[in-house]
């Protein structure tokens, strides 16, 4: 697993601490979704130069979520691919062996294409990585787009409560 080493952020949690818990919140949440939007947008980029065939479906799921977790004061975002019955394939319908309907491309093959598959004989196609690499990609900028954003609202906060 890929990891960002930030530094500074005990002085920035005390600043947002004096401003109040809704202060915090909102901050690090707003600032996180930023930067969950960026790694989506350059994961769909990558996928759509990897496999411009059959990229529209998965590119149109590949979203920025924010993640539940255990604790309120907790902000997590995902950078996901939607399968199952939230994605929305296009209604490109066969009918399949059995009589039911198949969803030609519906969009759960993402695995197969990120992680790489074995066919039946036995030989492995290798993934691409479109995601893990739109992080390795971007690990810089999401960390300058992170501080900017919180930079920025952490300002208006403070405007807002020296108005007030």
């Known amino acids: ?8 952020l005990a002085q920035l949690q005390k600043t947002m601490r004096q401003l109040g ?11 996180l979704a930023a930067t969950a939007r960026v790694l989506r947008d350059e994961g769909r980029q990558n996928f759509q130069s990897d496999w411009k065939p059959q990229s529209q479906t998965v590119v149109r799921n590949i979203v920025a979520a924010k993640k539940r977790t255990r604790f309120k004061s907790q902000s997590r975002y995902v950078v996901r691919v939607r399968d199952g019955k939230k994605a929305r394939p296009r209604p490109e319908i066969v009918k399949g062996p059995r009589g039911g309907t198949v969803y030609v491309n519906a969009p759960f093959y993402w695995r197969f294409l990120e992680f790489g598959f074995h066919d039946p004989p036995g030989t492995f196609h290798q993934g691409t ?11 810089e900028n999401l960390v300058s787009v ?6 920025r609202n952490l300002r208006r906060w403070v405007d807002r409560v020296g108005k007030q």
């Not at 697993?1 to 500074?8: A, L, N, Q, S």
């Not at 992170?146 to 930079?151: D, G, L, S, V």
Request: hydrophobic fraction near 30%; charged fraction near 45%.
């Open 146 to 151: 992170f501080k900017e954003k919180t930079q």
């Open 129 to 139: 990585g479109f995601l893990r690499r739109s992080f390795k990609q971007e690990k």
């Open 1 to 8: 697993m890929d990891t960002v080493r930030i530094e500074g």
């Open 21 to 31: 818990d809704e202060a915090e919140e909102k901050i690090v949440r707003t600032a």
